[in-house]
């Protein structure tokens, strides 16, 4: 059975850097695509960033293009997402989670995966 283990949140400035870290232990992930989500305190689980299995694809959020970058490596089978200025709108918990091979079309569903990290939290504030 594999698990996800996401790590690196903490507090940051607004307008300062985190990057975040999910490693996969159990079995590898690396078939199949690899997203983000974040989750704020009364507000529904949000799409953040998706890559593929080859990270010749991207896909992200319209919070946080521009600002974030999501990246991958095989060999470490781990999965990274870069936040630049961030913002505190940012502030949540984040998730990795592995895809069920949705469609393009689905990716920004958290229905289309199937292995969640337990989440990192990240706060953007002064």
């Known amino acids: 059975q594999v698990q996800l283990v996401d790590s690196g949140g903490g507090l940051v400035q607004p307008g300062g850097a985190l990057n975040l870290t999910c490693v996969a232990s159990?079995?590898?992930?690396?078939?199949?695509?690899m997203g983000w989500f974040r989750q704020a305190p009364g507000k529904e689980r949000e799409f953040v960033a998706v890559?593929?299995?080859?990270?010749?694809?991207?896909l992200y959020g319209d919070s946080v293009k521009g600002r974030f970058t999501i990246s991958r490596d095989f060999a470490k089978d781990a999965v990274y997402l870069q936040m630049d200025s961030l913002r505190p709108e940012d502030t949540a918990v984040y998730y990795c989670?592995?895809?069920?091979?949705?469609?393009?079309?689905?990716?920004?569903?958290?229905?289309?995966?199937?292995?969640w990290g337990e989440g990192t939290q990240v706060t953007a504030s002064s």
């Open positions: 989670a592995h895809d069920l091979n949705a469609p393009c079309s689905q990716l920004d569903l958290s229905a289309s995966y199937d292995i």
């Open positions: 159990g079995r590898t992930v690396s078939e199949g695509k």
């Open positions: 890559i593929s299995v080859r990270g010749a694809l991207t």
